[in-house]
């Protein structure tokens, strides 16, 4: 009989928590807008603002990356290269989401890196580097930069730049190969000159290196993405300077006891972005 009690205060529980028909209703999916506003002397930045009414949650695509870029209801977004990108965003109302979208005309950031499209022409702005013994065959072909060898090498590839002191810089640079067996390709950010019969080192930033099991098999892809060693990996090719100078740009790439691949290493669109302030 003492469970009794219980047992009511259940059902009376039951009858008085049961959702009633007169429950409210999902709204009407939102009729999504939003305003597009280029941020004044950063011509790579566009200022993006939601103006759809009744909404809680907001993703922005910046029409490169297919995972959405920024969360707020005023976000900005950066874009590396100039040209026409797709914006849009997903609003999230009471009835659900929807999306807009609106073309946008981007100006970009300057890439001040000569002759990165490798084209013809583009030799005039590298100069190539015996680092001693074997040489690396390096050449451009059909609007690539090429890194090729049968056996054990080494040899690199420079430019200089002027940089300024902090303010972002942005390397990126496709390569492709059809694996690589005990072999780097390096990308070096030193302030040290090159020197002709001499091996180069500084600041490793970016590489594909076969021991620390990137390069091996076959690829075809941003550096900043296939890269496995280096103080750039995961950075997305963001590096910044401590003063104002002259920095070389060094391409290095070589074998010990293994070859670059059949066909070597390619590479191509190389640039090196820098921010505007």
């Not at 890269?227 to 950075?235: E, L, R």
């Not at 997305?236 to 691949?261: E, M, N, Q």
Request: proline letters at 4%.
């Amino acid at each position: 009989m003492k469970f009794i009690p219980y047992i009511a205060a259940a059902a009376l529980c039951m009858t008085a928590c049961t959702p009633g028909s007169e429950d409210a209703e999902l709204g009407p999916l939102p009729q999504v807008s939003f305003t597009v506003t280029p941020m004044p002397n950063r011509p790579n930045k566009i200022i993006v603002e939601n103006t759809t009414p009744g909404t809680f949650r907001w993703f922005w695509y910046n029409g490169v990356s297919t995972a959405h870029v920024g969360d707020r209801p005023k976000d900005t977004l950066t874009f590396a290269e100039k040209g026409e990108y797709v914006i849009s965003l997903r609003a999230f109302g009471r009835g659900g989401s929807a999306t807009a979208s609106q073309k946008v005309a981007v100006e970009g950031i300057p890439n001040i890196l000569k002759g990165g499209d490798m084209e013809a022409g583009a030799n005039a702005h590298w100069t190539l580097l015996n680092t001693g013994g074997t040489q690396t065959s390096i050449q451009f072909v059909n609007g690539k930069l090429v890194f090729s060898n049968t056996g054990n090498s080494n040899g690199a590839i420079y430019q200089a730049l002027t940089v300024k002191k902090g303010i972002d810089y942005i390397f990126s640079g496709k390569v492709t190969g059809n694996g690589a067996t005990n072999s780097w390709f390096e990308i070096i950010i030193g302030t040290a000159a090159p020197v002709q019969g001499s091996d180069y080192s500084g600041n490793k930033f970016l590489s594909l290196n076969t021991w620390s099991n990137c390069g091996k098999a076959p690829f075809n892809g941003d550096i900043n993405d296939i890269g496995c060693d280096g103080s750039g990996t995961g950075k997305g090719g963001v590096i910044r300077f401590d003063a104002d100078g002259t920095i070389y740009i060094v391409i290095k790439a070589g074998s010990s006891g293994g070859t670059l691949g059949t066909g070597g290493i390619q590479l191509d669109d190389v640039r090196f972005l820098e921010e505007i302030i």
